[in-house]
């Protein structure tokens, strides 16, 4: 299923990943807010470390910008040392919280099933999420990209209600692509995005797929934003490393609408 992206309102995500200190996280996400027209067709999201979270909403009230955070437990109290569950998220005043990161599921043991109770999770406690999946090179090497993210799209929204759905965003991110500085070809990209979107219309329906947001991660750019996200399923971009600076995420922004 290929659709147009004109319907669909772009969204850029900056991951800081464990970057900046309370004072840096401020300080970027100023520079973001003053260079950020009051009203962008883009909407941008911003995930800071856990213990810059209430600060950096306090700079952001009343700006465009919203707020994130990197990871999530699904429960929501009891005896869970040092994990963060949904409702404190929503709490501290989170809009998205980002799952499945390909770091996560690589160094902390992530699977496709912690990833779903997660998800639940998450939209149980109104926030949006933004699920991420993609192939290792190794995957991709076997040619089994679009059969690994499948099933992990898949099993990233089993058991969802309809109506969770406009909650939803996924991203693709090759894992290869991650913070190596290669990015996946634009046609590969839409390859992909259009195999999620389809996946999308058969586990719910046509027009929940048309109007679920797809991003792409890795290794985005000002330089490459413009190709990439000129794909008609790729509705904006989740953005690592040069999310860090208020200059090259503004480039991207641009790019995305
Ligand atoms: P990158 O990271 O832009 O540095 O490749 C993307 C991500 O991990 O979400």
């Given amino acids: ?9 772009p969204l850029v995500a900056g991951n800081w990943k464990l970057h900046k200190t309370i004072g840096e996280s401020v300080a970027l996400v100023r520079e973001i807010k003053t260079a950020l027209a009051a009203e962008s067709r883009c909407e941008v999201v911003v995930a800071p470390v856990f213990t810059a979270l209430a600060a950096v909403r306090d700079e952001i009230k009343g700006s465009v910008i919203k707020l994130s955070a990197q990871n999530v ?3 929501s109290r009891g005896a869970f040392t040092g994990e963060v569950s ?3 998220l929503r709490d501290v005043g989170c809009d998205y919280v980002i799952v499945g990161h390909s770091e996560r599921r690589q160094l902390f043991g992530e699977t496709d099933a ?3 109770k997660k998800v639940k ?7 949006s999420v933004i699920v991420c999946v993609g192939e290792s090179l190794e995957e991709r090497k076997a ?3 679009l059969q690994i993210v499948s099933s992990q ?3 990233a929204l089993d058991g969802l209600a309809l109506d969770h759905l406009p909650n939803v965003v996924i991203a693709y991110e090759p894992v290869w692509a991650i913070g190596t500085g290669v990015n996946a070809e634009p046609e590969e990209v839409q390859q992909a995005h259009e195999t999620i979107r389809g996946l999308v219309a058969k586990q719910f329906n046509d027009s929940l797929a048309k109007s679920t947001r797809i991003l792409y991660g890795g290794s985005v750019k000002p330089e490459n934003a413009d190709l990439l996200m000129g794909q008609p399923d790729v509705d904006g971009a989740l953005v690592g490393g040069a999310s860090l600076t208020a200059d090259s995420f503004i480039g991207i922004v641009k790019a995305a609408g």
């Fill in 121 to 127: 999770a998450v939209l149980a406690s109104s926030i």
């Fill in 1 to 9: 299923m290929s659709t147009t992206n004109q319907t669909r309102r």
């Fill in 114 to 116: 912690s990833v779903n």
């Fill in 86 to 88: 949904a409702l404190l």
């Fill in 153 to 155: 799209v898949r099993s």
């Fill in 73 to 75: 437990f699904w429960e």
């Fill in 143 to 145: 040619g089994k990209t």
